[in-house]
């Protein structure tokens, strides 16, 4: 049974940092590109950053700069350190493994930034 279970959300100011990480378990972690999503209250979800199995990532643009993902294989984690957050940033973050047609998604994390 695959699970992505996401933690690390939270309520934090503008300006402010906070990590997310999403445990990976019930697959063969290495070899699935991971991603973090994002959905906003009335919006489409979509993608913020995801690395690949290589290692390689990819970020949209509202968050180059701001926002690093990284991934400890040994771990099964994937991890998204969001700096400098602004109010725009608030969300639910979703983990997302895919490989081919397998795609799994976790339940998601509370972003909230707000003074």
Do not use: H
Not at 61 to 73: A, Q
Not at 77 to 102: F, H, I
């Amino acid at each position: 049974q695959v699970q992505l279970v996401e933690s690390g959300g939270g309520l934090v100011q503008p300006g402010g940092s906070l990590r997310l990480s999403c445990a990976a378990s019930g697959i063969f972690f290495t070899i699935y590109n991971m991603g973090w999503y994002r959905q906003a209250p009335g919006k489409q979800r979509e993608l913020v950053a995801v690395i690949t199995s290589g290692g390689s990532t990819n970020y949209v643009d509202s968050v180059k700069g701001r926002f690093t993902i990284s991934r400890d294989n040994t771990k099964k984690t994937v991890y998204l350190q969001m700096n400098s957050l602004k109010q725009e940033d608030t969300a639910v973050y979703y983990c997302n493994a895919a490989r081919g047609l397998d795609e799994f998604w976790g339940q998601g994390t509370q972003v909230t930034v707000s003074s």
